[in-house]
């Protein structure tokens, strides 16, 4: 069962159109981070959906180090159009750092045809890349 997954894997999102792993060999680490709602924190969520923008703004700050950005449940809500963090992501995406959207929770919220940065993903995908990743920064 798990070879079949694993062959149904779709290597244009395991690399998310981002830097590949000789890019990264030369010694930098390898980040991938990991958000899985639109908003941070229990609470207010207005304020919880602000502070996972701020989030997304700062993504460049982390340098070379960010390889990789994971979108799933709410979380793909911010690579849609009319996000407040679609031009940020557009930009780390475009500089090069890879950005996995889960397929299935785009499906879910009926948002599949307004995504616009990243690349579809199944949890196959995403598992390899944080295998891959030597850090998994995770946000909830």
């Not at 159009?81 to 475009?94: C, D, F, H, K, T």
């Amino acid at each position: 069962m798990a070879e079949k997954m694993k062959s149904e894997a779709s290597p244009q999102a395991c690399c998310a159109g981002g830097k590949n792993d000789e890019e990264q060999s030369d010694g930098e680490k390898k980040t991938l981070v990991l958000l899985s709602s639109d908003h941070v924190g229990k609470g207010d969520d207005a304020l919880g959906r602000g502070i996972a923008i701020g989030f997304v703004k700062t993504f460049k700050e982390m340098g070379d180090e960010l390889w990789r950005l994971v979108l799933l449940n709410g979380a793909v809500k911010l690579a849609v159009e009319g996000s407040e963090a679609l031009p940020y992501l557009q930009e780390v995406n475009r500089e090069g750092i890879g950005i996995l959207v889960c397929g299935r929770c785009l499906e879910t919220f009926n948002l599949a045809d307004k995504k616009r940065v990243g690349d579809n993903a199944n949890m196959v995908d995403i598992m390899t890349s944080m295998q891959l990743a030597d850090k998994v920064i995770s946000l909830a």
